[in-house]
């Protein structure tokens, strides 16, 4: 049986524990947790274990096995801006290479947390994801001087490391240019983790509507997600407001933080001050009760510097039979994508297509049964393990 390590890093402080706890949320939070239970639940063929750095930990060293998976987290020193780095985990991850030859399954490309992990492990069976995080071959014709620095360290070490990775698994079709510069030889493939979408069940949207107290003869256009410039959150109210000034059975519902925060909420003001519906942080267990009640779900996607792929709150309506309009789309990755939504290359062509579904919502079909088909846990494990037999 093969082993798979999958190899992360702590991105969010603020959103992990710093020692373990008695949920093991320490263990557990984060993209590599959410491949482990992808390997493991799904790949019978592979043992899968999940390593992680992180410089916010209190002691140097952790290790625990929950459902079959063993975790290791790794004391880090972070490194002004360039990530973080421990010795102990660049010498465990050579001793586990010379060991029994596993996987590396590297969570994120662009990060100054792979580059040594790729340097260290010349030759070893190397995969990479991405997940939205910029290149910075991007970086540097698209920001300012003292990025433009960073940046430029960063092609070059992409340049040396990315010959390393025998496969790349890539959220956005945008990012695959990208990538080619430092690897023109590179083999990917369009990808998504993947939604379990038995938790988004799906239910009419009057008995919706009845439960969370909306209008029953209003029409609601969706939004789920942080309320800052990164989202577009205030393009998205000021198409809502013209759709609004000659349909005013229009409103917008707006999941998000309750309050601005350090995460730079720049539009929380913005949106209670729009009339526009606020409804705070809700439980992922409660989110299909709003993805149902709305006729449309919007993900503005229109900048130039967004790859982060088709998105999981797209996937997310989708799978409880809501339309979702958002120009990354483009990414779906089935042959579909005309009959579950639409695809906005502009501002106005969003405000079209939102009225395109609102008026005319029959036209609109099949969108859970195709969720399922390509992005349920199980359509993504079998995409992955076609990758993990080529290597």
């Not at 390590?5 to 991105?11: A, H, K």
């Not at 140097?60 to 880090?76: D, E, H, P, Q």
């Not at 029994?100 to 947390?113: A, E, K, R, S």
């Not at 069940?201 to 789920?224: H, M, N, Q, S, W």
Request: glycine share 6%; aromatic share 14%.
């Amino acid at each position: 049986m093969s082993r798979v390590l999958v190899l992360c890093n702590n991105y969010e402080e603020s959103n992990f524990p710093k020692e373990p706890d008695s949920e093991d949320r320490f263990y557990t939070y984060g993209f590599g947790n959410s491949f482990g239970n992808l390997i493991s639940s799904y790949l019978s063929d592979y043992e899968v274990e999940v390593w992680r750095l992180d410089c916010f930990c209190k002691d140097r060293y952790y290790s625990k096995t929950l459902n079959g998976i063993k975790y290791r987290v790794f004391k880090a020193r972070s490194i002004y801006k360039l990530g973080h780095y421990s010795r102990q985990f660049i010498s465990e991850i050579k001793k586990a290479k010379k060991t029994d030859f596993p996987i590396f399954l590297i969570v994120h490309t662009h990060t100054w947390q792979t580059y040594p992990i790729l340097f260290a492990l010349k030759n070893a069976r190397i995969v990479t994801t991405h997940h939205g995080d910029w290149s910075p071959f991007f970086i540097f014709h698209n920001t300012s001087f003292l990025r433009r620095i960073k940046a430029l360290l960063g092609m070059i070490a992409e340049k040396i490391t990315f010959r390393y990775v025998k496969f790349f698994l890539i959220c956005d079709i945008h990012q695959v240019p990208y990538v080619a510069k430092s690897n023109p030889r590179l083999r990917y493939k369009i990808f998504s983790a993947g939604l379990d979408i038995n938790k988004f069940k799906g239910i009419p949207k009057d008995e919706a509507r009845r439960e969370l107290g909306l209008e029953l003869d209003k029409k609601y256009i969706l939004y789920v997600g942080k309320m800052y410039k990164l989202k577009q959150v205030d393009r998205l109210i000021e198409i809502w407001k013209e759709i609004k000034k000659t349909r005013p059975e229009v409103e917008l519902m707006m999941i998000g933080n309750e309050t601005k925060d350090k995460w730079g909420e720049e539009y929380y003001d913005l949106a209670v001050n729009s009339g526009a519906k606020i409804f705070g942080r809700v439980l992922n267990v409660e989110l299909y009760k709003y993805y149902s009640a709305a006729d449309v779900f919007v993900l503005m996607a229109l900048r130039n510097d967004y790859f982060g792929g088709t998105g999981i709150a797209p996937l997310e309506s989708l799978a409880c039979n809501t339309p979702a309009v958002s120009f990354s789309l483009i990414n779906y990755l089935g042959d579909n994508v005309d009959e579950i939504g639409e695809i906005p290359k502009t501002e106005q062509e969003y405000k079209e297509a939102i009225i395109e579904v609102l008026d005319h919502p029959g036209k609109y079909k099949n969108m859970r049964e195709s969720v399922k088909k390509y992005y349920s846990l199980e359509a993504s494990a079998s995409r992955l393990g076609e990758v993990l037999k080529l290597i």
